[in-house]
């Protein structure tokens, strides 16, 4: 009797436990679930929405491990993994961007052993944001399921439209990246050709102009690639200006990109001169305020680039679209008409 009494508590035991496993995996997949939509439909807008590029970046790395876990235990968050991957790539990019300027004041002081770390850990972080945005490409390449750079995906709504624009713009960014780490962090060259015929998939019109950009940088990095009749430039600038207008100008990241890989110092001074003064006079999009903030983070990284070059720090306050070597017109006085 007592044998069979141990029995049926184990008996007991073992189900209770297997009940209690089964609960857990439950509660996870509907946690799951709930997180995921909540990220989708509010947390993914209301962060587009803000104008703190430095939160946007410090809520990718910090909400990226969490709500990706949950695709574990139930359809993994695809659209929400392109999105928090490209932010968290912001931050090792601007790491990366702190580096080379260290970099660039020590070899001014002619400091070589301080210039090699800021090298190295330069590259580091390069390497990184490589990673993170080959990441967010890969999760909009699961996410749409389709021959990438042969077919569009279903691109019925903004929402989904939006995760194809930030995807194919962070494949592109990954190669970049991996340039600039100066090392093989396994992203296919290939990837800005099949970023540029993605580009076609959406309107200029309801993406202020970066579309066709992202199209046109591409025919300035891959040789063969512009089609006959097109002029890589004057689309670049074209889609500059609509995205000025509109308030949201992502667009000028990329002609400053095109610029800057063709030594094209005087349009490249002209892109960041047009950036600084459109933020002063047309509003930002509300909708799309992060973005427009990277922009200006991207454009003021350059800029610092330039100026710390020239005098051993970052510009100024006030001081974007003003270069260091800048003749300064003074205003003169005709001494002949106060006689």
């Keep these: 009797m007592k044998n069979n009494n141990n029995k049926l508590v184990k008996l007991v035991s073992v189900v209770t436990l297997a009940l209690l496993g089964s609960g857990c995996n439950l509660i996870y997949k509907v946690t799951g679930d709930t997180m995921a939509g909540y990220s989708a439909d509010h947390a993914v807008p209301f962060i587009m929405s803000m104008d703190d590029a430095a939160m946007g ?34 931050c090792a990019e601007e790491k990366g961007w702190n580096e080379e300027l260290r970099y660039l004041r020590a070899l001014k002081a002619g400091d070589a052993a301080e210039a090699e770390d800021a090298r190295e850990a330069q590259k580091r972080y390069f390497a990184l944001a490589a990673k993170r945005q080959y990441k967010a490409y890969k999760h909009m390449d699961a996410y749409f399921d389709v021959a990438l750079g042969e077919e569009c995906g279903d691109l019925d709504d903004r929402e989904d439209q939006l995760v194809w624009l930030v995807g194919n713009l962070s494949g592109l960014q990954a190669l970049n990246s991996q340039l600039s780490s100066l090392s093989d962090q396994g992203i296919p060259t290939n990837i800005a050709s099949k970023v ?56 000028h990241v990329f002609e400053a990109l095109a610029a800057s890989n063709a030594n094209k110092t005087d349009l490249l001074k002209d892109v960041i001169r047009a950036h600084a003064k459109s933020i002063k006079s047309m509003p930002v999009r509300k909708d799309a305020a992060m973005l427009d903030r990277i922009a200006t983070m991207n454009i003021r990284a350059i800029s610092d680039r330039m100026w710390t070059e020239k005098t051993g720090h970052r510009t100024p306050a006030g001081s974007l679209g003003k270069f260091p070597d800048d003749v300064v017109q003074v205003e003169t006085l005709d001494l002949d008409d106060l006689l």
Excluded: I
Aim: aromatic share 6%; glycine share 10%; hydrophobic share 40%.
């Design 57 to 90: 970046c410090a809520s990718g790395e910090a909400m990226s491990p969490l709500l990706m876990s949950f695709g574990r235990v139930t359809t993994p968050a695809h659209n929400v993994g392109v999105l928090l991957y490209a932010s968290a790539a912001s």
């Design 196 to 251: 540029g015929r993605a580009a076609e998939c959406l309107k200029d019109e309801d993406w202020w102009g970066v579309p066709s950009a992202m199209r046109a940088v591409v025919w300035t990095m891959v040789p063969g690639t512009m089609p006959k009749g097109q002029n890589a430039w004057a689309r670049l600038s074209q889609s500059s200006k609509q995205g000025e207008n509109v308030g949201v100008r992502l667009s």
